[in-house]
């Protein structure tokens, strides 16, 4: 007769621990924390891509998977006698409390901007005994993406007053990054192409740091889920008709492009 386990976090760490046991699975037995952490990333997004979709269910199901491959860095954390599922909650926990003193202690903070800074204050007087390092630069983590990492150092020699004064001036930039791109085609010289289109895209992602109102991974991720709709509705109008897109000529393309782009416009006004 098999083991009910009750929907709850202990019973999920059970089903690990029972996984990794002797008698367990191989292909739980074998992973590691950097096995692990290569499945992560791949588990976090498709539960990014269900919340961009509003897919309510799968945002359900793939939660569970982020959920299930963090609880097994504990287990693996466990056997190692490194730390335990309590000793992460209560860090995360004390943390929460330590850095909303204005909800828990005696600090104030009306706004998110004020909260914002209190955050700051906090996490740099914790931070206040470690090893002293030798740039700003070094508190950004290599770890993140590539726009996350962007966005960061942006952030970061901003703490500093190294930012631009308007949105405007960021827009000035990019009209001359844009310029210097042209300039390199036009020259024929691929690796400056490539330089000159790296600090294009690092220019927009200023662009989206400086206006604060959304992260540029988020932005992009909005708009490949639209290029990817209207492709495929695109597609379906298309096989409709008893066509492919690989039957059409370039102006055809387009012409069903905007078609569909118009369509979608109108939808989303209703």
């Known amino acids: 007769m098999s083991t009910v386990y009750p929907p709850e976090a202990d019973s999920l760490m059970a089903v690990l621990r029972r996984l990794r046991a002797p008698d367990g699975c191989p292909w739980d037995r074998e992973q590691t924390r950097q096995s692990l952490a290569r499945h992560l990333d791949g588990e976090c ?29 504990v287990v693996i954390a466990e056997e190692n006698g490194e730390f335990t599922l309590a000793d992460v909650w209560r860090n995360i926990i004390y943390k929460m409390i330590r850095r909303h003193d204005h909800v828990f202690g005696n600090s104030r903070a009306e706004n998110a901007a004020e909260v914002a800074a209190l955050w700051q204050r906090i996490k740099a007087a914790e931070h206040a005994d470690r090893p002293q390092q030798e740039s700003l630069m070094d508190q950004v983590k290599l770890s993140l993406s590539v726009l996350d990492r962007a966005e960061k150092l942006q952030k970061k020699a901003a703490e500093t007053g190294f930012d631009w004064n308007s949105a405007e001036a ?11 791109v042209r300039e390199a085609m036009a020259q024929k010289d691929d690796e400056h192409i490539d330089e000159e289109l790296g600090d294009l895209l690092f220019a927009v992602v200023n662009l989206i740091r400086f ?18 709709n209207r492709f495929r509705a695109m597609e379906t109008k298309l096989a409709a008709e008893g066509k492919k897109l690989s039957d059409l000529l370039p102006d055809e393309m387009d012409s069903c ?14």
């Open 170 to 180: 960021v827009i000035d930039k990019i009209a001359e990054e844009t310029a210097e």
């Open 211 to 228: 206006r604060n109102r959304s992260h540029a991974s988020e932005l992009l991720r909005k708009a490949n889920l639209k290029f990817e």
């Open 45 to 73: 997004a498709e539960l990014i891509y269900a919340i961009d979709r509003e897919d309510v269910p799968n945002i359900c199901e793939e939660l569970g998977d982020v959920l299930m491959n963090l609880l097994f860095q």
């Open 257 to 270: 492009w905007e078609a569909v782009k118009a369509e979608s416009r109108k939808s989303t006004a209703k």
